[in-house]
């Protein structure tokens, strides 16, 4: 059985030093060697987030998307 990490990109609320908030949910997903991601947040701040975490979103071979709000579609198209 495959490992999973979560990571946590875009939330209402920033725990980390250097990390962007905002309204919206994003998460890096990583079973095993493939990368998924839930969500893409309400905007840029996902790109900022993943860089600052050194997460590469060029890896990325799925996004799911949960519904069609703002705050969890966002960032899909700066992210494409």
């Given at each position: 059985?495959?490992?999973?990490?979560?990571?946590?990109?875009?939330?209402?609320?920033?725990?980390?030093?250097?990390?962007?908030a905002?309204?919206?949910?994003?998460?890096?997903?990583?079973?095993?060697?493939?990368?998924?991601?839930?969500?893409?947040?309400?905007?840029?701040?996902?790109?900022?987030?993943?860089?600052?975490?050194?997460?590469?979103?060029?890896?990325?071979?799925?996004?799911?998307?949960?519904?069609?709000?703002?705050?969890?579609?966002g960032?899909?198209?700066t992210?494409?």
């Open positions: 059985m495959s490992s999973v990490t979560v990571t946590v990109l875009t939330e209402n609320a920033s725990p980390k030093r250097g990390l962007l905002e309204h919206g949910l994003a998460l890096s997903l990583r079973v095993g060697e493939t990368t998924l991601l839930f969500d893409t947040g309400g905007g840029e701040t996902l790109l900022l987030n993943a860089q600052a975490l050194g997460i590469d979103l060029r890896s990325i071979l799925t996004i799911v998307l949960s519904h069609g709000h703002y705050d969890h579609t960032g899909l198209m992210l494409l």
